[in-house]
């Protein structure tokens, strides 16, 4: 079945770097992107950005431009996500997702996104 | 970026109810929204996209209408499996934003 499987929990100190990784199954994987969207401690969803599954392509939010990198394996049909100089506001449950590629090759969010991983916690300790 | 703003922020209902959410932006985003359920240490669940359309399988008592500005999503007789938190988020254009969320409690 369709499901995507990210890698666990992550204690990590402030300023350093964490990497989450997503790995799909049961799916044509180059014919969507992934999207990663995060959710800290009893607030609401946050969406980081996106990375074309296919050819890697990648659009981030503002709010962690500059500190994370998305990356795709074809290969290994598995999705990371970088995030860099952590800061205790980072602390939350990183999902990553499924989401369709438009035709002009960009990931559409108009059809929703269908498939989620089970979430990934991270820590981020003084 | 566009914000939503969704409300209520919570919402008290009993089995049987009808209830209704609502997401409203400042520009006009005509039908680019989606509808997430979210249970406690799970995942979003898809409910709506495009504003009205019911993702495969969601049951036939959520629906969602609106365009441009305004957005509701409605549960025509709640269940008790539908205590749970609900967001909407626009889809026309990134950011992809999401509102801040509803939380749906047993009264």
């Known amino acids: 079945q369709v499901q995507l499987v990210q890698s666990g929990a992550e204690v990590k100190k402030r300023g350093a770097s964490v990497k989450v990784s997503c790995k799909a199954s049961?799916?044509?994987?180059?014919?969507?992107?992934i999207t990663w969207v995060r959710q800290a401690p009893g607030q609401g969803l946050e969406w980081m950005g996106w990375?074309?599954?296919?050819?890697?392509?990648?659009n981030y939010a503002q709010n962690v431009q500059g500190r994370v990198t998305m990356t795709t394996d074809t290969s290994t049909t598995t999705a990371n996500m970088e995030l860099r100089n952590l800061r205790s506001d980072d602390t939350a449950v990183y999902y990553c997702?499924?989401?369709?590629?438009?035709?002009?090759?960009?990931?559409?969010?108009?059809?929703?996104?269908?498939?989620w991983g089970q979430g990934t916690t991270v820590t981020v300790s003084s | 970026d566009i914000q939503m703003t969704q409300s209520p922020s919570s919402l008290s209902a009993s089995v049987g109810d009808r209830v209704t959410i609502t997401c409203r932006t400042r520009?006009?985003?005509?039908?680019?929204v989606n509808w997430y359920q979210q249970k406690p240490g799970q995942a979003p669940k898809l409910l709506i996209y495009?504003?009205?359309d019911l993702q495969s399988g969601v049951p036939s008592r959520f629906s969602g209408s609106g365009s441009g500005t305004d957005f509701t999503l409605t549960i025509s007789s709640l269940q008790p499996e539908d205590f749970a938190t609900y967001y909407c988020?626009?889809?026309?254009?990134?950011?992809?934003?999401f509102g801040q969320g509803t939380k749906l409690e047993i009264k």
């Open positions: 049961g799916y044509s994987y180059t014919s969507y992107g």
């Open positions: 990375i074309n599954g296919y050819n890697g392509n990648t």
């Open positions: 495009t504003a009205s």
């Open positions: 988020q626009q889809s026309y254009s990134s950011p992809y934003t």
């Open positions: 520009q006009s985003i005509s039908h680019y």
């Open positions: 997702a499924r989401v369709p590629l438009s035709g002009s090759g960009s990931p559409t969010f108009y059809y929703g996104v269908d498939v």
